[in-house]
């Protein structure tokens, strides 16, 4: 008997709406061959006016949960992972849980930036295990585009929006092996939205000097993205009793293609083991892995029983990293 908690189904959903580079080549001083070259970014995806952050949770977490062939009153808890919730309270998990009709569900969301997904994997994971709940709806769900300075050439260009889902439960085959999860609050500087919470609420002033959108040291960011990356999965390899060869799959946080190569060096990993959709989506923060991890699964690139490495870092500063034995049938024929 496994007693491990796995993903039993997943889903995601992208807004229509498509904003390439040649719009920012139109609105600011940079170009379509710098953004691509330095970052791997060619288009993201912007949710409509009327879109918050639930609409698009919503929407991945009943493909997720179908996927699983379960109904949303066989929920037992809902996880938002976010970094820009609907509003500071409620919790876009509790929006998310009424609009899909989980009657049953507990529900809060996880602030843990860019990783957030992988935190609130973890925590599915404890509770399935634990046999406190045995349906754990975990989504990661961002509208970046709400909290952009459109004049930062710095920032704007690397994001997006979307939402990717999955159901933790339990799982007679492979499962979740290892997560390993990390933070340095000493990095709060580096990425951050100064205003709008306790320390610096709204005002005049915070809003004449564009204190509500996202800042960022690039660099540091980059610097640390590229050791901690490699060293997560590493750790979280090694928590599975796996080595590097015994990889089947990356899933990264798409922030960056020169990170995400970095990374596949340090792993030993082809280019080909490794799935990349920032150029169509950007960096959807903590929707970037399980977007990426259900584009990868539908298109067949995933199979039952394949070691999937997840890895992810962000604000905070927070990182995070497991190895998933692929539990689920499907993909491409599916
Ligand atoms: N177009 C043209 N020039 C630009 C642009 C742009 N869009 N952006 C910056 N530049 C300029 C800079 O002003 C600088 O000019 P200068 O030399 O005259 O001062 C020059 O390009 C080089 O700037 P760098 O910051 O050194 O460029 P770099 O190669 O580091 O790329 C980037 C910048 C893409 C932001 C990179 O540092 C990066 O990807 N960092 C990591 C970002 C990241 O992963 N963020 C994760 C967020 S996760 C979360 O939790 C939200």
């Known amino acids: 008997m496994n007693n491990k908690a796995g993903i039993l189904g997943i889903g995601s959903y992208l807004p229509e709406k498509i904003i390439d580079n040649l719009y920012f080549e139109k609105t600011m001083d940079t170009s379509d061959e710098w953004i691509k070259t330095r970052t791997g970014i060619s288009e993201r995806r912007i949710a409509n006016d009327n879109e918050a952050t639930s609409d698009l949770a919503t929407k ?3 493909k997720a949960i179908k996927c ?52 609130a994997m973890t925590v599915a994971k404890q509770f399935v295990e634990n046999k406190v709940y045995q349906n754990v709806l975990v989504i990661g769900a961002e509208v970046l585009s709400r909290v952009l300075d459109y004049t930062d050439r710095t920032t704007s260009i690397l994001f997006g929006d979307g939402a990717g889902a999955v159901v933790i439960g339990n799982v007679e085959f492979g499962g979740i092996l290892s997560t390993y999860l990390g933070s340095d609050g000493s990095g709060k500087e580096f990425l951050n939205i100064p ?58 946080h798409q922030a960056n293609i020169r990170i995400i190569e970095a990374s596949a060096k340090r792993l030993k990993l082809n280019m080909d083991k490794v799935y990349v959709n920032l150029d169509k989506c950007g ?10 991890l ?3 699964y539908r298109l067949g690139k995933i199979k039952k029983g394949d070691n999937v490495v997840l890895v992810g870092f962000g604000g905070g500063l927070t990182w995070g990293s497991s190895v998933v034995n692929w539990s689920i049938q499907g993909g491409k024929n599916e």
């Open 60 to 62: 991945a977490a009943l």
């Open 68 to 119: 699983a062939k379960l109904k949303p009153e066989n929920i037992d808890l809902v996880i938002v992972a976010t970094a820009t919730s609907d509003m500071v309270f409620p919790s876009t998990a509790c929006i998310v849980q009424n609009n899909i009709g989980a009657t049953k569900a507990a529900a809060f969301d996880m602030s843990a930036a860019c990783s957030g997904f992988i935190y």
């Open 195 to 252: 205003a709008g919470g306790s320390k610096l609420p709204a005002s005049q002033n915070t809003i004449d000097n564009k204190l509500h959108t996202i800042k960022m040291a690039g660099n540091d960011v980059y610097k640390f993205a590229v050791r901690i990356m490699g060293d997560a999965s590493l750790k979280a390899l090694e928590m599975a009793n796996l080595k590097t060869c015994n990889i089947d799959y990356l899933i990264p």
């Open 283 to 292: 960096n959807m923060s903590a929707a970037s892995i399980p977007v990426a």
């Open 294 to 296: 259900d584009e990868a």
